[in-house]
């Protein structure tokens, strides 16, 4: 299900950037870690739930000791039945998190004042930053009733048009 939503492209003095790049820092981060049990796990794809957070690892060899095959069997969960996997465990919930879109929408929340999240038809919708050139545009649902400080909305015409005309594509949404 989709809905619509109003677009803002955010100035880059705007609190909403600061938002923005805060979630372009924890997804470095998390990007890092994960890089880092790839070395640590050679050969081995990390598993993520939201693109934030580490819930697994599909092992190519087998799985090693301290894991157990998860319930669906795609990917190795930790074992927490053994001392081995529950440091492995710990190990896994201590790693950086990256923003996903209710975290995100939270973020504006708290900081901007306002309530950057739709509930409609036993649904929540999340606005979420999108990159498309070298331009931010803040996607909020419709049905927020916000106005984001330091952006300039613009028709959804025109969003579409910044997308069609960007020579890149579309960049990150963080």
């Known amino acids: 299900m989709s809905t619509e939503h109003n677009y803002w492209v955010v100035d880059s003095i705007s ?11 924890l997804r470095k981060e998390f990007r890092e870690a994960c890089r880092t049990l790839e ?10 739930a939201e693109n934030s957070r580490v819930v697994g690892i599909e092992f190519s060899n087998g799985v090693p000791d301290g894991w ?3 319930k669906r069997k795609q990917y190795a969960v930790p074992n927490k039945k053994t001392k081995l996997g ?12 990256a923003l996903d879109a209710w975290t995100f929408s939270q973020r504006l ?28 545009v803040l996607c909020i649902p419709i049905g927020c009733k916000v106005e984001p400080p330091g952006c300039r ?10 997308k069609e005309e960007c020579p890149d594509g579309v960049g990150e949404v963080v």
């Open 15 to 25: 609190p909403v950037m600061a938002v923005i790049n805060e979630g372009i820092r």
């Open 39 to 48: 070395q640590k796990y050679p050969g081995a794809k990390i598993w993520a």
């Open 68 to 70: 157990r095959d998860g």
């Open 86 to 97: 529950e440091e492995i465990a710990s190990q896994l919930a201590q790693l950086p998190k």
């Open 109 to 136: 929340n708290r900081n901007l004042k306002g309530d950057y999240t739709h509930w409609a038809d036993d649904h929540v919708y999340f606005s979420y930053p999108e990159k498309i050139g070298e331009a931010w």
């Open 153 to 162: 909305q613009i028709k959804t015409s025109e969003y579409w048009r910044m």
